[in-house]
């Protein structure tokens, strides 16, 4: 089954008497375990592509399988539901909740996904060790550092098992040194199996992509295979 | 289950919400606070007025009634009780004969008078002239001394019974058996002092304890009988029974009277339940209005609440789209804020209660007997959590309507 099969989708916005036509007409497939970054300047519907994967958003037309089901036309709560289930989201600007602690954020996804206690302790833990945080479980956010705070939130990205990890531009917001850490991060993630799609401007943090597709206007522009290996695999 | 995570979650964003802003927490809940305290003390004062009320006419006796020239409570026609012939002595004595199953019959009259004990002074005392048989159809016994006995009515002798409150002012709390004092112009011997029966003569209602109880016979010799009309109080045989004998005392009333079939009766029979239910018509519109009238504070705490939510859900709308990212549903982030509405308000009413309670007990020792009852709690406390939901509900609803990715845009 694929991890996601986009068939011709366009979102039309309406803004005062304008209609901005985001997307027009994208047709995407991805296997399991695929490693893509999607690049294009402002204004291409970079992000409307990523909120319509990501299920914040529903296209105006076309069809939406994320592993073979149909999330198209569902509902506000319907897609809060497979967000929780099938969606791990990176933000740029971390996006963790200021006031919990390291735990209680990779745990939240599990709350609102109706684990038990125990069993959201097992998962948040197993996911914080991923990441390499075990020691700063009990720490708030504004006692980590920006690298630190990036690797929570994709604990809380990988802590329900998504089929797709969206980030959209995870390293925006770090130096390049943090960045790179961030990015091996991901790769690691990705050799363990994971699907991850992410959103980016800048092309040596494609390159660590597996594939690239360039948006322009709405549309695809290019789809590649990138020519660099792996750096794991090299 | 699953909902139970959820609910224990959005507590614990409550109370965190709260705790992170203590400052705004405790000027939201001020309004609430004076809201809960003017509802439960209203609730408590009427509560108290009417405990107070009930003790003091239990004096009067559930299972008495009272035959009397004009009804306790006029309704109508004020001329059609005016014209009535007095109830006498007589007439008090044919009733008792002809009521044998009554437990006791036994006539009184009323006047007022200033009374005097060396040189103190009390003004238009209540003195009840009736027979040793007033103890069976009251309540209330002697605290010292003795009561009226036979012979006192038979041979008219000057002795009086005095009520608590005189014994407290006339006497200054010193032990009066056996002391001679004035009634109007006339020297009566004091020989006992009732037991403290409580006051509703706060609202006009009898004072039991400001009355002094004279042989009937004294009293018509020393007061005038010749046109007084009396009160015949008769006790039924029994609780159940009060229905039928008030039908007995009717009939019995009306031969007495020599009343044709077609003439309406020329006297009137009362009851503790006639007081009663006078005062709760009264009691129940001010009572009303008071409630209504103190229910606006805990409105505007309400308001106060709500505009509280509103800044919160701005506050956090970047927080809301983050929750609603990682799969929070409508509901989640409804109960999150409905919680943290509620729990202010409801943090207010238990502030509110303990403030409250402090007021009563002042109430309790200043004016009249007066607590917070059990109930009066639960429903303050449901009252302060129904603000709390219906003050946050809009906010909440605006809150879980947030489309998450402008709520994720958000600065």
Redesign the interface.
């Known amino acids: 089954m694929k991890a996601l099969d986009i068939r011709n989708i366009t979102k039309t916005y309406h803004m005062a008497s304008e209609e901005v036509r985001a997307l027009r007409g994208v047709t995407l497939e991805l296997e399991q375990n695929e490693y893509i970054a999607i690049m294009g300047p402002s204004g291409s519907g970079k992000s409307t592509l990523m909120?319509v994967i990501?299920c914040?958003?529903t296209p105006s037309s076309g069809e939406y399988f994320l592993e073979g089901v149909d999330v198209s036309k569902m509902s506000?709560?319907q897609l809060?539901?497979i967000?929780?289930?099938k969606i791990g989201?990176v933000?740029q600007t971390f996006?963790?909740?200021?006031?919990?602690d390291v735990f209680h954020n990779v745990e939240?996804?599990l709350?609102?996904?109706?684990?038990?206690?125990a069993d959201r302790r097992k998962l948040a833990e197993a996911a914080i060790e991923k990441v390499g945080l075990s020691d700063r479980i009990t720490h708030k956010p504004n006692e980590l550092s920006g690298g630190q705070r990036q690797r929570v939130a994709i604990a809380?990205a990988l802590v329900n098992n998504p089929s797709i990890i969206l980030a959209d531009e995870p390293t925006g917001n770090l130096d390049t040194a943090t960045g790179e850490e961030i990015m091996q991060v991901f790769n690691d993630l990705h050799a363990a199996g994971n699907t991850i799609i992410l959103v980016t401007h800048e092309t040596e943090i494609a390159q660590h992509a597996h594939r690239t597709i360039r948006l322009r206007d709405g549309m695809i522009e290019s789809d590649e295979k990138n020519g660099v290996l792996h750096p794991t695999l090299s | 289950m699953r909902y139970l995570y959820e609910l224990r979650e959005s507590l614990r964003i409550a109370l965190a919400a709260i705790k992170a802003n203590k400052a705004r927490g405790v000027l939201t809940t001020l309004g609430i606070i004076i809201g809960i305290v003017a509802v439960v003390t209203t609730m408590t004062a009427a509560n108290g007025l009417q405990n107070s009320f009930k003790e003091s006419i239990s004096a009067v006796g559930s299972d008495v009634l009272y035959v009397t020239r004009m009804p306790w409570i006029i309704t109508g026609n004020f001329f059609e009780y005016r014209n009535r012939e007095n109830l006498t002595l007589k007439e008090a004595q044919k009733l008792a004969a002809r009521l044998s199953e009554a437990k006791a019959v036994n006539p009184s009259s009323y006047t007022q008078r200033d009374i005097k004990y060396r040189a103190n002074l009390m003004e238009a005392v209540t003195v009840v002239g009736t027979t040793d048989k007033y103890i069976r159809v009251s309540n209330a016994l002697p605290e010292y001394g003795r009561f009226l006995i036979p012979q006192d009515v038979q041979y008219k002798r000057n002795v009086c019974v005095i009520g608590s409150e005189i014994q407290e002012k006339l006497f200054e709390n010193t032990n009066p058996i056996n002391k001679r004092m004035k009634i109007g112009r006339y020297y009566y011997r004091v020989v006992g002092v009732m037991e403290k029966q409580g006051s509703a003569g706060f609202f006009g209602g009898p004072n039991f304890d400001r009355q002094i109880i004279v042989p009937i016979t004294a009293f018509i010799k020393t007061f005038g009988g010749a046109n007084r009309s009396f009160s015949i109080s008769v006790k039924a045989p029994s609780q159940e029974e009060m229905a039928d004998f008030e039908y007995a005392v009717i009939g019995e009333m009306r031969k007495i009277r020599k009343l044709k079939p077609t003439e309406k009766d020329d006297f009137s029979i009362n009851q503790m339940n006639t007081l009663m239910n006078a005062y709760n018509s009264v009691m129940g519109v001010i009572v009303m209005i008071g409630l209504v009238i103190t229910s606006v504070s805990l409105f505007v705490g309400g308001i106060g609440v709500m505009n509280i939510m509103f800044v919160s859900v701005t506050e956090r709308t970047r927080e809301i789209g983050i929750r609603k990212a990682i799969g929070a549903k409508k509901r989640a982030i409804l109960s999150q804020f409905l919680f943290e509405s509620s729990v202010i308000c409801l943090i207010g009413g238990v502030i509110g209660l303990l403030v409250a309670y402090g007021v009563t007990a002042l109430i309790n020792n200043l004016m009249m007997p007066a607590s917070i009852s059990p109930f009066i709690m639960a429903v303050a406390l449901l009252v302060s959590i129904l603000t709390g939901v219906v003050s946050g509900i809009i906010p909440a609803i605006k809150a879980a309507r947030l489309n998450p990715i402008e709520a994720l845009r958000y600065e």
């Not at chain 1, 996006?95 to 919990?100: E, Y």
């Not at chain 1, 709350?111 to 206690?117: N, Q």
């Open positions: 909120n990501g914040l958003d506000d709560d809060a539901e967000r929780n289930r989201f933000f996006n963790l909740i200021p006031r919990s939240l996804p709350i609102y996904g109706g684990l038990s206690g809380r």
